[in-house]
């Protein structure tokens, strides 16, 4: 593949992008960019959230991630799977019954001036972070596949990726967002199943043979009941349950879009739908990941290092061009389906929760409009920064990195919600600040002595920890 190919397809999704963003975006005024008027389609949302949800990350470590846990990945999913019908029927309520744009102004009904803003605040740390995370690992591919050839800096290719997102999100949000998602998702899944298709191709087997590679295969096992391993499966399940509420229901991210829906009943049916698609979707990234390593194998090609690797070497280096241009149209969707929603909604939970356009006179005053860019701008330039300084001390599977960070900072949230939705008790706000510090900094503690002193290992599930922890500070706290 040329780097020249590359950039004309670069060039040619990102024109498709720049005439939705056109279509959808003619006022470009507050009430649209924050919740899109209240007119997204529940089935457009539902949708384009897998898209979102899955991202870069998805698209290129879990494929890779199967070379060292088969697809115990499942167990996760399954556990997505009940955290989405507790956000749909619990979290979609309140949110809803309350009319909110941001879902942290709960916070401050329900405890105060301090927890609404540490609860924004985290939001904040967390999304940037997990989009940062996202945004390197596409970026790198792109710095690999096009940029490098040209010796151009990694930072450069940074800052490419995150002005092309800037310029088609920045005047509709995510009215632009529900549409731009809905045809990234489109473009992630057609390159997931073309790419099975040449691989099934390459080593002429039918859907019936690719199923029994699979299956035949060491990388097929889904159920781990080792409870001293990481991947047990009740590890797992609950890890991917907690993780589901905290980075769906509690992100403003996610949380936005279904918000931008007309009702509830609509909102709950675009949750329902996108959990069954979601689960679906991730049975097909694992087992193309499965037949990558069997591609490799039987090609005598080596596997990387890095697992994170795998999908993009061979896509660029040993698929055909028609194979590796879809690859590389597959990739640029994902990562932005994720980044464009995430610098969306950090400026949405800035301006509404710390600026207070919220406020009936500032939501629809015209002069509120340049701030909104500045603190768009501002954001998109923070993320590119976030990048710089992971490129240069990421040793580490980016998945496992996501989850990690989000372990710590969202553990906080889901103490917060929890206890306020579960409990009756008024709270000294004042003290919610160091509560919500204490709490993450504890579960890393713990974390590290875990496997030392007792012999178990913590996984994803030291974000159920942190919430614990955060619960038990706010009944310490309780007046």
């Not at 979707?281 to 090609?299: D, E, K, P, R, T």
């Amino acid at each position: 593949m040329s780097p020249t190919l590359v950039i004309a397809v670069i060039v040619g999704y990102f024109a498709v992008l720049l005439v939705v963003s056109h279509l959808t975006a003619r006022k470009g005024d507050n009430s649209e960019f924050f919740i899109g008027n209240k007119r997204s389609p529940w089935y457009l949302v539902a949708f384009g959230m897998v898209g979102t949800t899955l991202s870069g990350v998805t698209f290129i470590s879990v494929p890779g991630w199967v070379g060292d846990s088969s697809f115990s990945y499942l167990q996760m999913v399954l556990g997505n799977i009940v955290g989405y019908i507790i956000i749909a029927t619990v979290l979609l309520p309140l949110y809803y019954r309350n009319k909110l744009t941001s879902i942290y102004t709960y916070l401050g009904e329900r405890f105060g001036f301090y927890s609404y803003k540490t609860g924004a605040f985290f939001f904040i740390l967390s999304r940037t972070i997990g989009a940062a995370f996202r945004l390197f690992l596409v970026a790198s591919v792109m710095h690999l596949a096009i940029f490098e050839h040209w010796d151009v800096p990694f930072r450069a290719t940074v800052l490419i990726t995150i002005i092309l997102i800037w310029i088609y999100t920045f005047r509709g949000g995510i009215k632009t967002i529900v549409w731009t998602d809905a045809l990234q998702t489109f473009f992630m899944l057609l390159t997931v199943v073309l790419s099975i298709r040449y691989i099934a191709g390459d080593m002429d087997l039918n859907i019936s043979g690719m199923i029994r590679a699979v299956q035949q295969s060491s990388y097929s096992q889904i159920f781990f009941l080792d409870w001293q391993g990481e991947q047990f499966f009740v590890k797992q399940f609950f890890a991917g349950m907690f993780i589901a509420i905290v980075m769906t229901g509690l992100d403003q991210d996610m949380m936005q879009k279904s918000l931008s829906i007309r009702t509830l009943k609509d909102a709950k049916k675009n949750l329902f739908w996108f959990a069954g698609m979601f689960a679906f979707v991730n049975f097909f990234f694992l087992s193309l990941g499965a037949l990558l390593y069997i591609f490799a194998n039987q090609n005598g090609i080596p596997i990387p290092e890095q697992t994170d690797e795998l999908f993009p070497t061979l896509a660029i280096d040993h698929f055909s061009p028609l194979a590796g241009i879809v690859f590389v149209l597959g990739l640029v969707a994902a990562a932005y389906s994720s980044a464009d929603s995430a610098l969306t909604a950090l400026t949405t939970s800035f301006c509404v929760d710390f600026l207070g356009f919220e406020q009936e006179h500032l939501h629809y005053k015209k002069g509120t409009k340049p701030i909104r860019y500045a603190v768009h701008f501002s954001f998109s330039a923070i993320v590119f920064g976030v990048i710089v300084v992971f490129n240069a001390i990421n040793n580490e599977a980016v998945i496992s990195s996501v989850f990690t960070a989000a372990g710590y900072t969202y553990g906080p949230l889901l103490g917060l919600y929890s206890f306020g939705m579960f409990t009756k008790y008024e709270v000294r706000d004042n003290w919610i600040p160091m509560v919500c510090i204490l709490s993450p900094v504890l579960s890393y503690i713990i974390n590290i002595y875990s496997k030392p002193l007792t012999v178990y290992e913590f996984g994803f599930e030291i974000l159920i920890l942190n919430g614990l922890l955060t619960f038990a500070g706010l009944m310490i706290a309780r007046k």
